[in-house]
């Protein structure tokens, strides 16, 4: 059940006191429930015929023997384009709903920040290449206890929307400060930036700062909240600040609480 308190007032600024609405919320929470079965179901099933079509299309596209016209060449790499999203978008949504329901669970083991900055900086270089900008961070150990693979997945989810609203020949940095019961990342750039007016509600699901931004940068309007919910099961925070047309930065902790005293005093 969902309890709402309304205070009752007097008329004159003063509080006669409260009415209570209690509402019986098992409906919703199960019509909820159904609907996020039924987009996980649809997206599982559209993954395969997507993955195939891609496939497809990839190989007559690029295949020296398919005599294509170089009109028919162009149309075929807007299919080729347009189905690599979709295929992205189905995996963006599958990958959310099982961490959402928890059919992924994190598996948190001791790990460097350093090298899962390092590795991230090095997926992420043929992009920043392409959009001529510069990745930096510094070399550093920090141990730290979580699930490697997903705290890789949150740094290039962060570091690829770096790139993306970044101008060429700008630079994105990457840091990690220790602190005392926390580990804090910074994903930094000097890009577009945020409005302040949708910075709050930027981690939700499709939020955007231009309607044209998943068609013309490729997004799929997932990759923050898939980066809030990895960071909320390690028992993080997630954040940004951002000035319009300055740059972002987004921001990350990771307790220290699930490392050995001894891992911790090596710290
Ligand atoms: P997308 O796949 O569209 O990038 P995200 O959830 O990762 O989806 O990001 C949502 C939106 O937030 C982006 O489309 C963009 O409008 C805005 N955004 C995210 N990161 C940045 C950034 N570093 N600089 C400017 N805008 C950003």
């Known amino acids: 059940v969902n309890v709402t308190h309304i205070p009752d007032l007097d008329g004159e600024g003063g509080v006669k006191g409260f009415i209570s609405l209690i509402s019986d919320i098992s409906n919703r929470k199960a019509t909820e429930k159904m609907k996020d079965e039924f987009v996980s179901v ?13 496939g497809a299309l ?4 690029t295949s020296p023997q398919s005599g294509l016209s170089e009109e028919d060449r162009e149309m075929l790499n807007i299919a080729v384009t347009n189905t690599d999203r979709l295929v992205r ?3 963006d949504v599958l990958d959310l709903e099982r961490i959402e329901s928890g059919k992924i669970q994190m598996v948190k083991q001791p790990c460097d920040a350093g090298n ?6 090095e997926v992420m270089q043929p992009m920043a290449k392409a959009g001529n900008i510069t990745l930096i961070a510094e070399p550093i150990s920090i141990i730290i206890n979580a699930d490697g693979d997903h ?3 949150t740094l290039t989810n962060l570091l690829s929307n770096a790139i993306k609203f970044s101008p060429p020949h700008s630079s994105v940095w990457v840091t990690v400060d220790n602190l005392e019961d926390e580990v804090l990342f910074k994903v930094i750039d000097t ?4 409005p302040a007016d949708i910075l709050g509600s930027i981690f939700e699901r499709f939020k955007q700062v231009d ?10 309007g997932l990759g923050l909240p898939i980066c809030y919910k990895i960071i909320e099961e390690h028992g993080g925070r997630i954040w940004a600040d951002s000035e319009f047309g300055k740059g972002s930065t987004f921001y990350f902790t990771l307790p220290k609480s699930g490392l ?4 911790k005093l090596s710290l």
């Not at 990839?58 to 596209?61: A, E, G, R, T």
């Not at 899962?116 to 900086?121: C, D």
């Not at 890009?191 to 945020?194: D, H, L, N």
Request: proline letters at 2%; hydrophobic letters at 35%; glycine letters at 8%.
């Open 151 to 153: 705290i890789h997945q």
């Open 260 to 263: 050995s005293s001894s891992e």
């Open 191 to 194: 890009g577009r930036g945020i």
């Open 211 to 220: 309607a044209s931004d998943s068609r013309d940068k490729g997004g799929t």
């Open 116 to 121: 899962l900055i390092q590795e991230a900086i």
């Open 89 to 91: 978008l189905v995996n």
């Open 42 to 54: 649809v997206s599982h099933e559209l993954r395969t015929p997507l993955t195939s079509i891609y």
């Open 58 to 61: 990839k190989l007559l596209v």
